[in-house]
C-alpha cells in the first residue's frame, strides 16, 4: 500500500557459541591412588557379599573410646569334601571372642574360637606415609598356621606395598596414578615352599559415575570389573573372569542398595548362581541380617539369618 515504508526482514539471533576450554592436567599434583589389592573395592562390595548359612549373633560392647569386646556364635552346616557333585554338609557350632583396640595410628583386633583357632591383625602408622599390617592364624592343627607382615607406603600419587609371608612368600607391588582418574601398577611375588613366582599387571579408571578396572596375572588369570553409580546410594556392577590354564569363564551381574534404614545387595553369575544380602538396621545398635544363595548348577542352596548387637 501506498505511503507505507517496506519493513526489514527480520533476522533471527543466533545463539552464542562459547570457545571449549580445554581441562588443563596438573601432573605434579596427582590425587593419590588406592593400595593395589584394593583396585576392585566397589565390585566386591556388590559382588561379594558376606553369605553365610544358618544362625548368626554377634554382640560387640564399648569397654571405653578405644577398647571393644565381642562374642560371635554361629551354628549351621559346613561342608566336607566329597567325590558326589552334590555338597555334603554336617551340623556344626562355633563361639568366637574377640578384643578390639582402635586407635587413629594403632589398631589391634584378636578372634579366638572354642577349638583353639586364633586370628589376629595389627595396623601401626609408623610414620605418616608408611604402615605396618600384619595378620595371623594359628592352629593346633600341625602346618596349618599362617602368618603375614606388609609394609605400606604411601607416596603423594603412588603407593607401594612389600610382604613377608609364612611359607617364604615374599611379594612386592606398585601402583601409580598417570592421570587424575587412571592408575595403573604391578605386582611380583615368589613362593619358596612351592617353588612359584609370577607377575601382574592392573589398571583403574574412576570418576564421580563410574569405576572401571582390569587385571591380568601371568599365572593365567584376566578380571575385568565395571561399577554404574546410579546415585548415591544405588549402584550396578558386572564382572569378568576368564583364566587361561583352565579356560574357565565367568560373569556376574550385581546390585547395592542403599536404602533408609536397610542395604540390600544381591547378584547372579553366569554358572546360574544367585545370591542375595540384607541388613536391616531394626532400631539404633541392632541390625537384622538375611542371607541366601541358590546354585542351581551344584544343587546347592544356603539359608542364614542373624542379629547383630553392639554400641
Known sequence: MAGIPPTAPSMEAKPTVLPKIEEVVDYSNLPCPLPYEE???????????????????????????????????TMGPIEVPSQNPEPIKIPTANYEFGANFIDPKLMLIGRVSHDGRLNARLKCDLTDNLVLKGNAMLTSEPH????????????????????LGSGTLVGANYIQSV??????????????????????????????????????????????SYVQKVSEKLSFATELQYNHMSKDVSATVGYDAVLRTARVRGKIDSNGCVTGFLEERLNMGLTFLLSAELDHQKKDYKFGFGFTVGD
Open 144 to 163: 596349618s598356621s599362617q602368618g603375614m607382615g606388609t609394609f605400606d607406603y604411601k607416596g603423594k600419587d603412588y603407593r607401594a606395598q612389600f610382604q
Open 179 to 224: 592421570t587424575p582418574h587412571l592408575s595403573v601398577g604391578g605386582e611380583m611375588f615368589w613362593t619358596g615352599q612351592h617353588r612359584k613366582s609370577g607377575v601382574g599387571y592392573a589398571a583403574r579408571y574412576n570418576n564421580d559415575k563410574m569405576v572401571a578396572t582390569g587385571q591380568v596375572a601371568s599365572t593365567g588369570m584376566v578380571a575385568l
Open 39 to 73: 583396585i576392585h573395592r566397589e565390585s566386591m562390595m556388590s559382588l561379594k557379599p558376606e553369605v553365610f548359612e544358618g544362625m548368626r549373633f554377634d554382640f560387640t560392647k564399648a569397654l571405653g573410646p578405644k577398647f571393644f569386646l565381642s562374642h560371635s556364635v
